[in-house]
C-alpha cells in the first residue's frame, strides 16, 4: 500500500547545514545589517539629499503641514528682528516648492514674506514674485525699484567681495530686465528699441562694470600638431541644432576629429553654467581668481585645436572664462541671445572669433555691449542650408498659396500673415494660407498676454475658414513647399528666417516684413534684396498681387530663386566658416 507523499530531507552533516524558512532569524538579521550598512550615506551631499528628500516626502507634499510651515514663515517674517531668517527660509522653501511643481505655493511665500523683510534679504523674494506675475503676463508696478534695489545691494555686496551675494542681486535685476515679457511676448522690445536706454539703471553699478569689462588677459594660441586630424571641440547647452548637420558632415572627414559637450552634463558644482553661477564666477575672475572646472571637463578643451561654444549664451561665457586655455576659440551668436545678459558678462578676451548669422543682430548687439568690438574678431556666417533639396517641381494649386512656417509664436506674428491673406482673398478668394509647424505652446506655459494674442489667431483662423491650412510639423520641408507659392516672413524679429531662404530656393515667392525689433538695425534688408522686404500687410498683398496677377509666376521669381542659392547654399557659405573653424582666422568674414 502505497504511504502519503511527505517532503524529502536530508540528512543533517556538517557539510550540508540547512536553516528551515520558519526559523530563519539570523537570515533576517544578516540582511537587516546589510541593509543598514549599505543604506549609510557615504557623503555629507548624499545626507543632504536624503534630508531634502524626507522634507519634500513629509512635509511639502502633505497640503497641511506644507500650509503651516509657509503660513509660520510668513508670520516669522513680521517678528521684529527676524526677518532675515524668515526670508532664508522662505526663499529655501520655495525653492524646493518650485521643483515639486508647486508654484502657486512658492508664490504666498514670495508674497507673504518679501514686502515683510526690509533690505538685502527681503528684495530677492519680492524679484521672484515680479519674475512670477510676469510669467502670468502681469506687469508688477514696482519693477523698475526693484531693480534699482538689486542694483544696489550688489554693489554692497561686491564691495564685500561677496561675490555669490553679488550674483544673487545682479541676477535678480537680469531677470527683470530681460524678462521675456518685454522682448519676447509683446508686439515691440525696450531692448530693442534703445538698448543703451534700457540698461541705463546697471550702467553706473561697480559690481555690473567688473562683470562687463574685458579681463585683458592675454592668451598663447598652441598650434595644431602637423600629420593628425584638427581637433574640434563643439560645447553648448542642451541646444545642437542648428551645428547637427555641421558635426554629421565633418565627422565623416579624416581630417577632422570631433567632439561634443553638453554643458549641463558637467558633474554639479560651483562651476555649473547656472545664469546666477555663472555671474559669481565672473565677478571672481574680475578680482583675479581662476575658474576652475573639473579635470574631466577641463580634458576635453586642452585636447582641442578650436573650441565652438555654438549659441552666444551660457556656453559662451562659461568657456570665455577658462583660464590657460591654448585652443582658439569661436562662438555664435543667433538673435534670441542678443535679447539675453549673456553677450554683456562675457570675458571677450577669452574669445577669439564671434560669429554672427545674421549683420543686423551684429549691429544690435555692438550698441547694447560695446566690450564686444575690443575683443574677438567679428564675422558674419549665415546657417547651414543645403539648398539643393528644394529645387522640386511645383504641384496644385500653389501659384495661390501663401507659406508661414513656425507660424504659432506671438514673435511669429501670425496675425499680420491673416491681414495680408484677407486683402488677397478681397481681390481674389483662390488665395489660401498654409500654416507649417506646432501649435501654440500649451496653455500653462503661455503668459496672459501670450494667451490672449493665440486665442484672437484661433478667432481668425476660424472665420478664414478653409482658406487656412494648419499642415503641422512636416520632417520633409522641401516636399511641403512643392505646393507653396509665396514664402511669408511676418516676423517681428529674426536672425536669418530660414524659412524664407528655403522658400526662396524652392522657386516660392519671397515676401518679408521688415522685421520691427531689429529695422533700425538694418533688419532684413542686411540680408535680402530691397524688393523682397515690405513695411506693411498691405505692401505685402501688392507685391504678391504684381507677381501673380496675370503673370507667370515661376518666370518671375526665377531671379530671387537664384539669388538665394547662389548667397546661402552650404556650397558658399560652407566654406567660410571652414577657414574658420578649422583654418587660421584672418579679417572679418562678412
Known sequence: MDQPSTPSTRA???????????????????????????????????????????????????PRRRDTLISGTI????????????????????????????????????????????????TPLRVRKAVADLNSGTLPPDVDELVRLSVGHADEAYARRDHDGAALHLQGAFDLLFHRYFHFEGLASPYAADPVGHLAPLRGSTAFRALTTPSGRERDHAVPESGRPHRLLVTTVSNFNFARGII???????????????????????????????????LRQADGIRFEVPAEVREDFDWADTVFAEWGHRAMVWTSMLPDLRARTVSRIHSYEAFTQFPHMTDWSGIDDLVFVAEHIRNLTMVGAPAVQSGPTLHVIPNRNVLADYDRPKRGSWE?????????QMVKDPLWALDVLEILRRHDERWQLRLFGAEFAPTEQLTATARAYRDQVSERIDALGPAVRKMGYSKDVGHALRRVGVILSSSLREGTHEAVIQG????????????????????PRTMFPDSWVVETPQDAAARIIEHTDG?????????????ARSTYDWSVVGPRLERLLLGSAGGTTS
Open 551 to 563: 503673370v507667370d509666376l515661376a518666370a518671375s521669381v526665377r531671379e530671387s530663386t537664384q539669388w
Open 75 to 122: 508670520a516669522l517674517s513680521r517678528v521684529p528682528g527676524a526677518g532675515p531668517a524668515a526670508a532664508h527660509t522662505a526663499s529655501w522653501v520655495a525653492d524646493r516648492l518650485t521643483r515639486r511643481k508647486a508654484p502657486t505655493a512658492a508664490y504666498r511665500l514670495y508674497a507673504g514674506v518679501g514686502p515683510s523683510v526690509a533690505g538685502a534679504a527681503g
Open 504 to 523: 526662396a530656393a524652392s522657386g516660392a515667392l519671397p515676401v518679408v516684413r521688415n522685421w520691427p525689433f531689429v529695422a533700425q538695425f538694418g533688419g
Open 400 to 408: 495661390r498659396t501663401i507659406a508661414l512656417v513656425g507660424w504659432a
Open 248 to 282: 554629421d558632415e565633418w565627422s565623416q572627414r579624416d581630417d577632422v576629429e570631433i567632439r561634443t559637450l553638453d554643458l549641463r552634463t558637467v558633474p554639479k558644482g560651483p562651476w555649473e553654467a547656472t545664469p546666477q553661477k555663472l555671474v559669481a564666477n565672473r
Open 12 to 62: 543533517a552533516t556538517p557539510d550540508a547545514l540547512t536553516i528551515p524558512h520558519r526559523d530563519a532569524l539570523p537570515v533576517k538579521v544578516a540582511k537587516a545589517l546589510k541593509r543598514r550598512a549599505t543604506s549609510v550615506p557615504r557623503s555629507p551631499g548624499e545626507v543632504r539629499e536624503r534630508t531634502l528628500r524626507l522634507m519634500d516626502k513629509r512635509v511639502l507634499d502633505v
